[in-house]
């Protein structure tokens, strides 16, 4: 059974400008969550969708924003980037958003 | 609020030499306690999941506890490729948010 995956697996913006970043779930598993990974604050949790509804949301600015569709599939939208954006983003997967997750490889994201 | 420490943040190890990674969790209430690996420029990878206190897991050379307040990750005669850092993530209940501890560094030196 294939992995999470994640793409682009590395960007570079400049500031201000916005990104978005895609995660594909293992097949079967309905519930994405999205972390920010920094050396600093480790993973940081963004926000968990199940069924295309987001049921929690992290400590984090309205410039961070996500989506689920139909096929279980996740985008996260970051907008006006900021120099401290800059981190590994983390997509996971799980059946129901119950029990383990399962993370993907991760878009590293450096802003300028 | 909702926390989670692991100690010590980092660790070397002779190959062989035993020891644990401690996992310190405040939570109004636990519905899972979960232990990744870490490796560099890699996602976390699953190893185990703890429900209730007094369970335990194990894999191979890796054997994982959990307490009321702690969990404990026990590695037994550690290789060189254990190295790699441990995070620990609790699942509180009523919610759908992991929240993770910054992990412990492991390196085992042959």
């Known amino acids: 059974k294939a992995g999470v995956t994640q793409t682009p697996r590395y960007l570079i913006k400049t500031r201000g400008q916005q990104v978005t970043l895609s995660c594909s779930p293992i097949?079967?598993?309905?519930?994405v969550s999205w972390y920010q990974q920094t050396p600093g604050q480790g993973l940081q949790f963004l926000f968990e969708?199940?069924?295309?509804?987001?049921?929690n949301k992290g400590n984090f600015p309205g410039r961070f924003s996500g989506r689920q569709f139909s096929n279980s599939r996740s985008e996260m939208n970051v907008s006006t980037l900021e120099l401290g954006d800059s981190a590994l983003y983390l997509c996971a997967s799980s059946i129901e958003g119950a029990g383990e997750q399962y993370f993907g490889p991760g878009t590293r994201l450096t802003v300028t | 609020e909702d926390q989670v420490t692991q100690s010590p943040e980092a660790l070397r190890l002779q190959e062989g030499e035993s020891s644990s990674l401690n996992c310190s969790y405040t939570v109004s209430g636990l519905r899972g306690l979960f232990w990744y690996r870490q490796d560099p420029g890699k996602g976390p990878e699953f190893l185990f999941t703890l429900y209730s206190a007094g369970e335990e897991k194990e894999k191979e050379r890796l054997k994982a506890t959990l307490t009321k307040k702690e969990s404990f990750l026990h590695i037994t005669a550690p290789k060189p490729e254990d190295s790699a850092t441990y995070l620990c993530?609790?699942?509180?209940?009523?919610?759908?948010?992991?929240?993770f501890g910054t992990g412990t560094r492991l390196k085992v030196l042959a």
């Open positions: 097949s079967g598993h309905r519930s």
């Open positions: 969708y199940f069924s295309e509804t987001q049921r």
């Open positions: 993530a609790v699942w509180p209940s009523g919610t759908y948010k992991y929240i």
